[in-house]
C-alpha cells in the first residue's frame, strides 16, 4: 500500500508521466524586450505563416509573407476601426493561443478594443479570388 501512495504522490508531483515530457516540442525562442520598445515580432506555435510584426504604439501589424520572388517580406494588414495612434508608449501587445490560430488577439490596453484575425477574400481587378487576413473588431 505504501508503494501504491508513494507512486500516487510522485506522480502528482511532476505533473504527469515522462512521455508526457517527450510530446511537447520546444517554444519559439523569443527575446526580452525594453519596457518602451515599439517594435515586437509576435510568432504562434501553430504555424510560422501566423508571424507578425506589431508596432506596439501605433497597434499597426504587418504579416511575414512570401513574396512573387519567394522572399520574405512584411505585408500590412488592414484593421478594421484602428484609430490613429499618437502614443508616446507601448499601448498595443498581440495574444496568440496554442489551439488555434483564429484565437489571436490585437488589443488597445488603454479603451480595451480588440480585434481578431480573420481570413477573408477579395477579387483582383481581373475578377481572381485570393485570401487575405485582417484584424476584425471583437464583438464586446
Known amino acids: 500500500m505504501r508503494c501504491v501512495l508513494l507512486l500516487f504522490v510522485l506522480f502528482a508531483v511532476t505533473g504527469g508521466s515522462p512521455v508526457d515530457a517527450q510530446d511537447e516540442s520546444p517554444p519559439h525562442q523569443q527575446t526580452t524586450l525594453p519596457p518602451d520598445a515599439r517594435y515586437e515580432i509576435v510568432q504562434s506555435q501553430l504555424a510560422a505563416k501566423w508571424t507578425f510584426r506589431l ?3 501605433s497597434g499597426r501589424v ?9 522572399d520574405n517580406v512584411w505585408e500590412e494588414m488592414e484593421i478594421i476601426g484602428l484609430a490613429l495612434s499618437t502614443a508616446s508608449k507601448p499601448r498595443f501587445p498581440i495574444f496568440t493561443s ?3 490560430a ?3 488577439f ?3 490596453t488603454e479603451s480595451g478594443r480588440t480585434w481578431l484575425v480573420v481570413a477573408g477574400k477579395r477579387k483582383r481587378p481581373d475578377g ?4 487575405i487576413n485582417v484584424w476584425q473588431p471583437f464583438r464586446e
Open 55 to 57: 508596432d506596439r504604439y
Open 62 to 70: 504587418a504579416q511575414l509573407v512570401k513574396s512573387e520572388d519567394d
Open 98 to 100: 496554442g489551439l488555434a
Open 102 to 104: 483564429r484565437h489571436t
Open 106 to 108: 490585437l488589443l488597445d
Open 128 to 131: 481572381a479570388e485570393y485570401e
